[in-house]
């Protein structure tokens, strides 16, 4: 069964008829007190953004127990990663990309490949180096000459045409190649020759990056790290974990991931992302939150101080949907303020910079990013 959104909610008792009615037993912070009754879903008078097409409960429990078996899935092939599974998660369910930072050997390759086959997504790897050029990732034009003579160009496809793409080490190539890439994630579609083609559905990128060796690098544009969803950090799993991985990775005990969802199953469970309701406390929270990262018209001395740039409305919106993934992630049919805490720092860290004198003092966005959350808390 699906937990109602406060997670001190309690279910009544089932009346006559398909209904289920939940009460809230105390009052929570960003709980719309969702009700169903008949099949409708229907909130208290606090003003939300659910409309009437808001998701059923068969239809959320049914999604939850699948998201339960793809977690599963993927924690037996990737250890100690609990976090970074979850933000991976998260931001497919809200259709988006990610920006996973971390250094050599945690996984991440591997994170691609075991979601690809779990979410029954076709994935593929694309090694960024200096001289990789635009074509090599969106396919080119060749000149074929059929047994009639006749010549003609034919289009094939680069490997941008997938469902699921790790583009390693995105900051090596060149910017020319980079917008290449970041331009399909926008638009969905490549253009070659003034012919459009439409990239398979869904389409998702997962970028990496090298946080230490910067040297021969190309750092990505504001404008661009403003396309990634959410920024993950990626860092060294625990001693248990790494004993764990240690023992299976070096036996012959290793398992195999097996596919749980479908991508159709998949597109699905996006366009339910979007259809659950909202409550007015979190749609405030969020917007004080990226609103007060803005130096040029926060309240916030420090952050007039120390940021050159801040969160656009962009994050706004996709703060909004990484908190309605997270809290179906969780098994809930809303999300709290709570879920906007937790992914303020994946969603706005990449959508703001420090200034020189920040920088030299020593100060940090996720410092900066901590005094925002305060805000809300």
């Known amino acids: 069964m699906v937990r109602p959104s406060c997670a001190r909610s309690a279910p009544l008792p089932r009346r006559q008829g398909p209904g289920r009615e939940y009460f809230c037993a105390s009052p929570c912070r960003g709980c719309v007190h969702n009700f169903v009754e008949n099949g409708v879903s229907i909130s208290n008078p606090v003003e939300t953004t659910s409309d009437t097409n808001a998701p ?20 037996q092939v990737i250890f100690g990663q609990e976090q970074v599974v979850d933000e991976t998660l998260i931001t ?14 945690l996984a991440k390759t591997r994170l691609v490949e075991t979601l ?58 060149s910017p020319r190649t980079q917008s290449a ?14 012919t459009r083609h439409e990239l398979p559905a869904p389409f998702h990128v997962l970028a990496t990056q090298n946080p230490l060796e910067q040297e021969g690098t190309y750092p990505l544009p504001e404008a661009q790290l403003d396309r990634f969803l959410i920024q993950i950090d990626v860092s060294y799993p625990s001693l248990e974990a790494e004993r764990r991985m240690l023992i299976v990775t070096t036996s012959t005990s290793e398992s195999d991931p097996e596919e749980v969802m479908s991508a159709e199953e998949l597109m699905a469970a996006q366009r339910l992302v979007r259809r659950l309701p909202v409550g007015t406390s979190v749609v405030e929270a969020i ?13 916030m001395e420090n952050v007039r101080r120390d940021v050159a740039w801040g969160p656009g409305p962009r994050a706004s919106q996709a703060l909004m949907l990484a908190v309605r993934a997270r ?24 959508r703001m910079a420090l200034n020189f004198a920040a920088r030299a003092d020593g100060t940090t966005i996720s410092e900066v990013v901590e005094r925002l959350v305060a805000r809300v808390t």
Do not use: W, Y
Not at 69 to 75: K, Q, T
Not at 92 to 105: E, K, R, S
């Open 56 to 75: 059923l409960p068969e239809e959320l429990d049914a999604l939850v127990e699948r998201l339960k078996a793809v977690r599963l899935g993927i924690g």
């Open 92 to 105: 497919l369910l809200a259709g988006g990309h990610a920006l996973l930072i971390g250094v050599p050997g």
């Open 116 to 173: 690809g086959t779990v979410l029954g997504l076709e994935d593929k790897r694309v090694q960024f180096t200096p001289d990789l050029m635009p074509a090599d990732i969106i396919g080119s034009e060749v000149l074929e000459e059929a047994e009639s003579g006749n010549r003609s160009f034919r289009f094939i496809n680069g490997p941008v045409f997938c469902q699921l793409l790790m583009a390693d080490e995105i900051n090596r190539a």
């Open 181 to 194: 890439l970041l331009q399909a994630m926008q638009e969905k579609h490549v253009s070659v020759a003034g």
């Open 287 to 299: 917007l004080e939150l990226v609103r007060a990262g803005r130096p040029e018209i926060t309240d």
């Open 327 to 350: 809290a179906l992630l969780d098994g809930r049919v809303a999300p709290s303020v709570d879920d906007v805490v937790a992914l303020a720092a994946p969603t706005l860290r990449h």
